[in-house]
Structure formats: structure tokens, C-alpha cells
T-cell receptor, first 111, second 117 residues
Framework: GENVEQHPSTLSVQEGDSAVIKCTYS??????FPWYKQELGKGPQLIIDIRSNVGEKKDQRIAVTLNKTAKHFSLHITETQPEDSAVYFC??????????FGKGTKLSVKP | NAGVMQNPRHLVRRRGQEARLRCSPM?????VYWYRQLPEEGLKFMVYLQKENIIDESGMPKERFSAEFPKEGPSILRIQQVVRGDSAAYFC???????????????FGPGTRLTVL
């Protein structure tokens, strides 16, 4: 079955710096890659997603890149702010439509 | 436009009792997914349902766990004879359209945190 690896598990940056989180997957047929942000005590919130027919997508300070050949995709957050502090999860859509999640990255943005 | 709703938000049960978790999808969504999250871990898929049908239950334990999504009312995840290892956060997500062969955005509820004493 599909396997999703996410790195790093923790990431600490200074306010204003950029943060990059990377994920790899195993099934070359995968075609949908969402990213979720989870704040303490809350459910995951979809922040950006990318389909396999594009290589990059940007939404204000957040961007996602996809390399289908290498089977990896990355989340880029620029000009980080303290409110970006949360746990971020990458996911890959499985063959039946369920999402297969990475183990998460705890991002801390220091003011 | 209300989001995905789950209740209760917190549930405490003693070993051997039953737990019932409810999920109301977003308006217009007819596809529901249940996931379990253990502390400090990612979410693990359990079951995918459409109205009155279980589409994929490959992630759900065969014993003690069941799920339904009736024609009327919320989706229910039922855990019988709970054990301490069932303690986790249970999230449901809803999607507006079929998953297979298409892209589907899934929107998550706030979760139910189950504690088994």
C-alpha cells in the first residue's frame, strides 16, 4: 500500500523566515496531494492542495511543489508569523479515496 | 454555511462500555470518512461511507468497531466493549463527491476525544 514519509518532525524558525516541509510517497499512481494545518485541540484544516497535472501551486505565503518523477512534494511557507505555529500534515489520496497522512511536522515560529 | 460537526467533543468511558461518536457532514456532502489519531501521530483512515453504504472499511478493526451513515441523520462510529487502547481522537471528514477517479477535497470536523478509563 501507499507509504508517506514526512520530514522534519519538528521545525523551529524565526518570525519572518521561510519554512519548508517535505514528503515522499511510494505509489506512482497517486494524483492528489493536500496539506493540512492542525492547531492544538482542533481538527485538521485544509490549507493547500495540488493535483498531479501541475508542478507548483501558490496561495499568498503558502506554496506547494510536486516532483512526480522523484515522488516527493513540499510545503513552503514564506514570511512566517507566530500564528503559523501548528502541526502540519501532508497527505496522499489512496486508491479508494481515503487520505494517507504523514506523521506531521510541529512548526514553531519564534517572535 | 456550517462546517463538519462532531459530537460529543469529549467522551469518557470505562473499559467494557460502548462509545458512540456522531458526525454531521457539511451541507450538500454525501461522503464521510472516519480517521483515528493517536497522540503525537498522524491520522489513520478507518472507514469511508456514502449514504446507506459502506464503501471501504479496510482501516477499521474487524471486531468491536462498526460504522453507519443512514439516509437521515448523522454518521455514527460505534465502538463496543472499549479498551484503553481505543483512547484517541476520532475525526470525521466529509466530501461533496465521489472519490474514485476524481479529486476530492475532504473537510474535517473538530474531532471527538475518547478517553477510556
Amino acid at each position: 500500500g501507499e507509504n508517506v514519509e514526512q520530514h522534519p518532525s519538528t521545525l523551529s524558525v524565526q518570525e519572518g523566515d521561510s519554512a519548508v516541509i517535505k514528503c515522499t510517497y511510494s505509489d506512482s499512481a497517486s494524483n492528489y496531494f493536500p496539506w493540512y494545518k492542525q492547531e492544538l485541540g482542533k481538527g485538521p484544516q485544509l490549507i493547500i492542495d495540488i493535483r498531479s497535472n501541475v508542478g507548483e501551486k501558490k496561495d499568498q505565503r503558502i506554496a506547494v511543489t510536486l516532483n512526480k518523477t522523484a515522488k516527493h512534494f513540499s510545503l513552503h511557507i514564506t514570511e512566517t508569523q507566530p500564528e503559523d505555529s501548528a502541526v502540519y500534515f501532508c497527505a496522499v489520496r489512496g486508491s479508494q479515496g481515503n487520505l494517507i497522512f504523514g506523521k506531521g511536522t510541529k512548526l514553531s515560529v519564534k517572535p | 454555511n456550517a462546517g463538519v460537526m462532531q459530537n460529543p467533543r469529549h467522551l469518557v468511558r470505562r473499559r467494557g462500555q460502548e462509545a458512540r461518536l456522531r458526525c454531521s457532514p457539511m451541507k450538500g456532502h454525501s461522503h464521510v470518512y472516519w480517521y483515528r489519531q493517536l497522540p503525537e501521530e498522524g491520522l489513520k483512515f478507518m472507514v469511508y461511507l456514502q449514504k446507506e453504504n459502506i464503501i471501504d472499511e479496510s482501516g477499521m478493526p474487524k471486531e468491536r468497531f462498526s460504522a453507519e451513515f443512514p439516509k437521515e441523520g448523522p454518521s455514527i462510529l460505534r465502538i463496543q466493549q472499549v479498551v484503553r487502547g481505543d483512547s484517541a481522537a476520532y475525526f470525521c471528514a466529509s466530501s461533496p463527491r465521489a472519490a474514485v477517479g476524481t479529486y476530492n477535497e475532504q473537510f474535517f470536523g473538530p474531532g471527538t476525544r475518547l478517553t477510556v478509563l
